[in-house]
């Protein structure tokens, strides 16, 4: 240290730290330092991810207040769906009582005068209680529908919940068959900003690229490597977000925010336009 202007090794330490060039903390063990990346390739990448962390966030609580949402109406619904059974009153005792059981049908009276002998009044009783026995099973088969139609804002949440599932993100990325790009400058200039095509994904974070112009393979990590964005109208596969692992067709790109329209191309939600896509989410398919 005499050649330089700090007489110790601490010192240097110190200055590292106020000079905002590294991240410096003493501990018990010693001094732990840490490098601050300024290069703006770095920090654009790290604002993008503090971005959609946010925009993550936002969407569970959405879905969460969306669910809510749901059951409470549920629970609305089958408060008003409870009958109401009150004592039946009449203002007047002699006042007859009638049943229309069926349209079409004669009315019975309740009071009708006892008879020994089968009359009209009795027969039409018999055909009433018949049309009753018919009209009982079509309002058997109603019943199901009516528990279908319950069911499905049950089913409903359900896939919400699978949603919000697929909706977890991952901290790795790499799929095979997709076209990356390196971006590290240890490897040298033949290889800084070159592309090529992952052939194997080993441990999830690591891959086996093959370069596209001379055909060499590398083993890089992920943080050595950058997704492309091709040409609107190619293919590209989803690698994070809710619909990872899906194929689809690149629609248009927004340079502003970083973001790309696709449409999906396989899966159950084929022909399902997605906007607002983040760039590191996708990548052109080989």
């Not at 109406?73 to 059974?85: H, I, M, N, S, Y």
């Not at 001379?214 to 590209?236: M, N, W, Y």
Request: aromatic share 6%; hydrophobic share 30%.
């Amino acid at each position: 240290m005499n050649a330089t202007q700090w007489e110790t090794l601490t010192d240097f330490t110190k200055w590292l730290g106020r000079e905002g060039l590294c991240k410096v903390d003493e501990t018990p063990k010693g001094w732990y330092i840490q490098y601050i990346d300024r290069d703006p390739e770095t920090i654009r990448r790290q604002l993008e991810l503090e971005k959609k962390k946010k925009q993550d966030l936002d969407d569970e609580e959405k879905t969460a207040k969306f669910i809510e949402e749901q059951v409470r109406r549920g629970l609305e619904g089958k408060e008003q769906d409870t009958p109401v059974f009150t004592e039946l009153s009449r203002e007047n005792d002699e006042e007859k009582v009638t049943f229309n059981l069926n349209k079409g049908a004669c009315s019975s009276a309740a009071t009708s005068s006892k008879s020994s002998s089968l009359g009209p009044s009795a027969l039409k009783v018999i055909e009433t209680t018949a049309s009753v026995k018919r009209k009982t099973p079509s309002q058997s088969s109603a019943q199901p529908k009516e528990k279908k139609k319950k069911k499905s804002a049950l089913d409903e949440i359900m896939e919400i919940e699978e949603g919000k599932k697929r909706a977890a993100r991952t901290d790795y990325w790499l799929q095979p068959e997709i076209v990356v790009k390196i971006i590290t400058k240890k490897l040298g200039e033949k290889y800084h900003k070159k592309k090529g095509i992952v052939k194997e994904v080993i441990d999830k974070y690591t891959a086996v690229v093959k370069m596209i112009d001379s055909g060499d393979k590398l083993k890089l990590d992920q943080t050595h490597l950058e997704t492309v964005i091709p040409a609107p109208g190619k293919r590209i596969l989803v690698l994070n977000g809710g619909y990872r692992g899906n194929e689809g067709t690149l629609e248009s790109i927004n340079e502003k925010t970083f973001s790309a329209t696709i449409v999906i191309e396989t899966g159950p939600l084929k022909g399902r336009r997605v906007e607002g896509i983040q760039y590191e989410d996708i990548s052109k398919l080989a």
